[in-house]
């Protein structure tokens, strides 16, 4: 949600080139949530679903960073200033989310690992 109120922003300021990223990010976690809920991450066992959410966190932290200080330090218009302001909300709330998502990630890996064939021959 908090991606789409980034990317209305944009779209209503002079900082409009910087709208892309917000969209994507939108439709991307849209995907991730409907691939979730849809239980695809069961059918689709060779992907790493939880390593997919972790870049997708990092990413979107580190983009989000960036244009925000883009956008509140080069545009003057009350529209770019409230999207940089959502945008290091969005950073402080992904950052949260790939730290969370990191101990899950760890989690899959271990579980992952003791599957693994190698595990059980020390056995």
Known sequence: ???FIIFICYIASLAASFMMAPLLEFLLALFLFFAYASKLNEKFKGLYWPLMDFLRCVTAAIIY???????????????????????????????????????????????????????????
């Open 65 to 123: 960073f960036a244009i925000s200080i883009a956008a509140v330090s080069k545009y003057n218009d009350g529209a770019s200033k409230a999207a940089g302001v959502f945008g290091f909300i969005a950073t402080i709330v992904y950052a949260i989310d790939f730290y969370i998502t990191f101990n899950d990630l760890i989690t899959f890996l271990k579980q992952g690992s003791s599957d693994s064939p190698e595990g059980h021959k020390s056995e």
């Open 1 to 3: 949600v908090l991606s």
